[in-house]
């Protein structure tokens, strides 16, 4: 069975960091494109980020509200992939769900599963 | 940045109602719209991938339809276990945006 298991979050002053994490099992890791998806509360989704496999060049690709401030990384050995979260704002407050990207013919995709999720609040 | 736009943003609906909602695309997208459905508390979950191909394990119940820019999800006859807000998302290009959301409850 294929799981994500997001940690890392918690409470954290404006212009502070926090590091992510999440956990895949059930599937070649190595191979999977992965992403990161937030939900600010009560409102709606929210792209963050994503990070290719590094058999595809390993490259990332990030939102503009977030670019220079959150990093996505992998470490394909212990099957985890990182968002680093610097100078963090007020409005970066959400829940943070990791997905995979699965791609169907002629170069569409969607994102499944989705982990449960970890609640970044950034406050004073 | 494509825009995605969904209407309507609630709506109200008896058991056994057909409900459709729709989605907009700021540029043509081609069929390259998905649908997710997420439940209060929960992680979304797609529905429909590539405008109109049903998840596996979703029920028949839900379908979509469209391409360009105008799509449309539709279940044909609304069961309590479908009260969820609902999202289209765009896979054509980077940022892969979302809609703002359809939030379906009971009369």
Same mark, same amino acid.
């Given at each position: 069975? /294929?799981?994500?298991?997001?940690?890392?979050?918690?409470?954290?002053?404006?212009?502070?960091?926090?590091?992510?994490?999440?956990?895949?099992? &059930?599937?070649?890791?190595?191979?999977?494109?992965?992403?990161? /998806?937030?939900?600010?509360?009560?409102?709606?989704?929210?792209?963050?980020?994503?990070?290719?496999?590094?058999?595809?060049?390993?490259?990332?690709?990030?939102?503009?509200?977030?670019?220079?401030?959150?990093?996505?990384?992998?470490?394909?050995?212990?099957?985890?992939?990182?968002?680093?979260?610097?100078?963090?704002?007020?409005?970066?407050?959400?829940?943070?769900?990791?997905?995979?990207?699965?791609?169907?013919?002629?170069?569409?995709?969607w994102f499944d599963p989705w982990g449960q999720g970890t609640l970044v609040i950034v406050s004073s | 940045d494509i825009q995605m736009t969904q209407s309507p943003s609630s709506l109200s609906a008896s058991v056994g109602?057909?409900?459709?909602?729709?989605?907009?695309?700021?540029?043509?997208?081609?069929?390259?719209?998905?649908?997710?459905?997420?439940?209060?508390?929960?992680?979304?979950?797609?529905?429909?991938?590539?405008?109109?191909?049903?998840?596996?394990? /979703?029920?028949?119940?839900?379908? &979509?339809?469209?391409?360009?820019?105008?799509?449309?999800?539709?279940?044909?006859?609304?069961?309590?276990?479908?009260?969820?807000?609902?999202?289209?998302?765009?896979?054509?290009?980077?940022?892969?945006?979302?809609?703002? &959301?359809?939030? /379906?409850?009971?009369?």
């Open positions: 069975e /294929v799981q994500l298991v997001e940690s890392g979050g918690g409470l954290v002053k404006p212009g502070g960091s926090l590091r992510l994490s999440c956990a895949a099992s &059930g599937f070649t890791f190595s191979n999977a494109w992965m992403t990161w /998806v937030r939900q600010a509360p009560g409102k709606g989704l929210e792209w963050v980020g994503r990070i290719k496999s590094r058999s595809d060049g390993g490259t990332t690709d990030y939102a503009a509200p977030v670019k220079g401030r959150l990093t996505i990384s992998r470490d394909d050995s212990k099957k985890t992939v990182y968002l680093q979260m610097n100078s963090l704002k007020t409005e970066d407050t959400a829940v943070y769900y990791c997905t995979i990207r699965r791609d169907y013919g002629s170069g569409g995709n | 109602d057909r409900v459709t909602i729709t989605c907009r695309a700021s540029q043509s997208i081609s069929s390259y719209l998905n649908w997710y459905q997420q439940k209060p508390g929960k992680a979304p979950k797609v529905l429909i991938y590539a405008a109109s191909t049903l998840q596996s394990g /979703v029920p028949s119940r839900f379908s &979509g339809g469209g391409s360009g820019t105008d799509f449309t999800l539709t279940i044909s006859s609304l069961q309590p276990e479908d009260f969820a807000t609902y999202y289209c998302q765009q896979s054509y290009s980077t940022p892969k945006t979302f809609g703002p &959301g359809t939030k /379906v409850d009971f009369k």
